[in-house]
């Protein structure tokens, strides 16, 4: 296979190693809407998106990186994946929106959104904080993705409404994954 073929991507997320859960909600539609086959999907666990740019995060991206090259495998792509709080009596988040949106550009690193977070647009509703890990298990046990409508993971790149998330749209950019269709 040629190593155009294979490709790694690099999903930075917001939670923690040991909460995972948006982990496992990108593995679910990556499950369900397209074919990863050979390629390496690796995870960077920022304990907190304003840690996005931060050595230790940086560190585990260039750590995940040389390791696929040493493979001698394809190229290696890095995804940010934030909720999109929208707090509009908190101007710091239009300005965190805008400092990550060029820290990606300058980069080269793709950029997914959730409004307002990962479990409203999975679950349509908000999950308090103490039942996020155990509504993202029911969410894989029930298969809930067949519950979501494909058009609210297709938002374009801007993204602002309520349950709605651009991750398709990011990942249909990469035709190392993309079903036959």
């Given at each position: ?48 998106k ?22 001698g ?6 995804i940010?994946?934030?909720d999109?709080?929208?707090n509009n ?16 550009k300058?980069?080269?690193?793709k ?19 103490q ?23 297709e938002?374009h790149?801007n ?6 998330s ?6 249909n950019?990469f035709?190392?994954?993309?079903l036959?269709?």
């Amino acid at each position: 296979m040629n190593s155009d073929d294979v490709i790694q991507l690099i999903f930075c997320v917001e939670s923690t190693e040991k909460a995972a859960t948006d982990k496992w909600y990108i593995n679910e539609v990556l499950k369900s809407y397209f074919n990863v086959g050979e390629n390496k999907i690796s995870y960077v666990y920022m304990g907190g998106k304003h840690n996005y740019n931060n050595r230790s995060t940086i560190n585990k991206i260039n750590k995940l990186t040389k390791e696929y090259q040493l493979t001698g495998s394809g190229k290696t792509y890095v995804i940010y994946v934030f909720d999109k709080d929208q707090n509009n009596q908190d101007s710091r988040d239009s300005q965190f929106e805008k400092d990550v949106k060029t820290y990606c550009k300058e980069l080269g690193y793709k950029l997914i959104w959730f409004v307002k977070t990962v479990e409203e647009v999975m679950w349509g509703s908000k999950i308090k904080k103490q039942f996020k890990r155990t509504k993202a298990l029911e969410f894989i046990r029930k298969d809930q993705i067949k519950n979501i409508k494909k058009k609210n993971l297709e938002a374009h790149d801007n993204v602002n409404s309520p349950c709605k998330s651009n991750i398709l749209t990011v990942l249909n950019g990469f035709r190392q994954i993309c079903l036959e269709r």
